[in-house]
T-cell receptor, first 124, second 110 residues
Framework: GAVVSQHPSWVICKSGTSVKIECRSL??????MFWYRQFPKQSLMLMAT?????????EQGVEKDKFLINHASLTLSTLTVTSAHPEDSSFYIC????????????????????FGPGTRLTVL | QKEVEQDPGPLSVPEGAIVSLNCTYS??????FMWYRQYSRKGPELLMY????GNKEDGRFTAQVDKSSKYISLFIRDSQPSDSATYLC??????????FGTGTRLQVFP
C-alpha cells in the first residue's frame, strides 16, 4: 500500500518559536494532501487542504497566517506552526492521495487518503 | 449537534467476542462511509469503506450502512488482542472532506 511519512515524529519547542512539519508521499505522487489536528480523546479535525502549486484551502476557524502550508512538489507538503503557543500542542497528522483522471474512478470507489504516522507537538 | 457521533468507550471485551462499533450522523449528503483503526500515537489506517447503503465483509470485519437511519456499524468477529486500538468512523460526501467520529477505544483481553 501507499506510504506517507512525517517528520519529525515529535517535537518540543518554546512558546513563540516556529515549528515545521514535513509530510511526504514515498511511493506515489500526491497532488492533494490534507492536514489534520487531533486533540486527546477528540476526533481528527481537518485544518486545511494542500494543493501542489497553489494556495492551501483552510477550514473555518483555522488561521492561515499561523499555520503556513507549502506544497512545493508532488511528494512533499509542509506545515509551519508560527509563533507556537501551548494551546497549539496537539497531534498533527497529514494524509495524501493519488490523483486520477476525472471520471476514471467509478462513483462507488473511494479515493483513499493515506495517513502519515503523525507528529506530536508540545509547546512549553 | 456534531455531524458524526461516536461513543468513545472504552469498550473492553474478552478474546473471541463479537464487537459492535457504531456511529450516527446527521448529514444526508454523506455517501462514503469508512472505518479506520488507529493505534496509540500513530496515524489512522483504513479498514473498510462502504459506498451508500449496504453491507460489506472482509475477513473478520463487517461494515453496515443504513442511510435511512443515518447509522453505520462495524462488527469484528472472533476478536483478538491485536484488535485493541481506537476505531474511528469517517464519512464524506462529494467533496474531499472527511468528517471523523471521536473514535471508540477497544480493548480485547486474553
Amino acid at each position: 500500500g501507499a506510504v506517507v511519512s512525517q517528520h519529525p515524529s515529535w517535537v518540543i519547542c518554546k512558546s513563540g518559536t516556529s515549528v515545521k512539519i514535513e509530510c511526504r508521499s514515498l511511493d506515489f505522487q500526491a497532488t492533494t494532501m490534507f492536514w489534520y489536528r487531533q486533540f486527546p480523546k477528540q476526533s481528527l479535525m481537518l485544518m486545511a487542504t494542500s494543493n501542489e502549486g497553489s494556495k492551501a484551502t483552510y477550514e473555518q476557524g483555522v488561521e492561515k497566517d499561523k499555520f503556513l502550508i507549502n506544497h512545493a512538489s508532488l511528494t512533499l507538503s509542509t506545515l509551519t506552526v508560527t509563533s507556537a503557543h501551548p494551546e497549539d500542542s496537539s497531534f498533527y497528522i497529514c494524509s495524501a492521495r493519488e490523483e486520477f483522471a476525472s471520471g476514471s474512478l467509478p462513483k462507488s470507489s473511494y479515493n483513499e487518503q493515506f495517513f502519515g504516522p503523525g507528529t506530536r507537538l508540545t509547546v512549553l | 449537534q456534531k455531524e458524526v457521533e461516536q461513543d468513545p468507550g472504552p469498550l473492553s471485551v474478552p478474546e473471541g467476542a463479537i464487537v459492535s462499533l457504531n456511529c450516527t450522523y446527521s448529514n444526508s449528503a454523506f455517501q462514503y462511509f469508512m472505518w479506520y483503526r488507529q493505534y496509540s500515537r500513530k496515524g489512522p489506517e483504513l479498514l473498510m469503506y462502504t459506498y451508500s447503503s449496504g453491507n460489506k465483509e472482509d475477513g473478520r470485519f463487517t461494515a453496515q450502512v443504513d442511510k435511512s437511519s443515518k447509522y453505520i456499524s462495524l462488527f469484528i468477529r472472533d476478536s483478538q488482542p491485536s484488535d485493541s486500538a481506537t476505531y474511528l468512523c469517517a464519512m464524506s460526501g462529494n467533496t474531499d472532506k472527511l468528517i471523523f467520529g471521536t473514535g471508540t477505544r477497544l480493548q480485547v483481553f486474553p
